[in-house]
Structure formats: C-alpha cells, structure tokens
C-alpha cells in the first residue's frame, strides 16, 4: 500500500535542462535565464527550479526543476516567458535546449 507521501512522490515531474550559449551571447542568456526563475518560482505547480552554470564551462546553464504533476509542467511550458526561451533557443544557443524527463525512483 502507498503512502500519501509516496503518492506525492510519484506524481512529481523532474527535470534538467541544459543550455550552452553561443559565443557572445553569455551575458544576454544568462539574464534571460534568470527572468525566467523569478517569474517560474511564482507557479503554483513548481516544487523547486533552480538555475545552475558549468563549473569548468561559464557558457553553459542547467535548470535542476521539480514538478507537483504533469498539470503544473503543462502550465509552465505554456507560459509567455517558456515560450519565448524556445522561440528564442537558435539565437542564442549553440546547440538547442537539452532536455530530460524524469522521475524520483530513490532517496
């Protein structure tokens, strides 16, 4: 049998987004990418989203993020500030926007 907690747990959505900024567009990605943590901390739906940079590479962020279900992801990726980053992704990365689903299996 599941606990409440464990039901919690397994509903949630994590994921890592990794972006590598294109040369001369560090600063510009950056800014954009932390707008992006002050409006996305404010969704009802978001359990933690914390902006990350590359310890060897300055040029390259990760979003580490968590979310209450697929509800509260749907929303976000459906907002004018996530939309604008994809729409926005070829100018000002080299590579795209790497993303990865997952969910908790231990902790």
Request: aromatic share 12%.
């Amino acid at each position: 049998m599941l606990t409440e907690n464990k039901l919690t747990l397994d509903s949630r959505i994590y994921m890592f987004a990794k972006f590598h900024a294109k040369a001369g567009k560090e600063a510009e990605l950056r800014a954009r990418l932390l707008e992006m943590v002050a409006h996305t901390t404010k969704e009802e739906g978001c359990v933690f989203y914390n902006l990350h940079v590359d310890l060897e590479e300055s040029d390259i962020f990760y979003f580490m993020e968590c979310w209450k279900d697929q509800a509260a992801l749907d929303f976000h990726m459906d907002t004018p500030y996530v939309k604008a980053i994809l729409r926005d992704s070829d100018e000002l990365t080299s590579d795209g926007i790497g993303i990865s689903y997952m969910k908790l299996i231990g902790a």
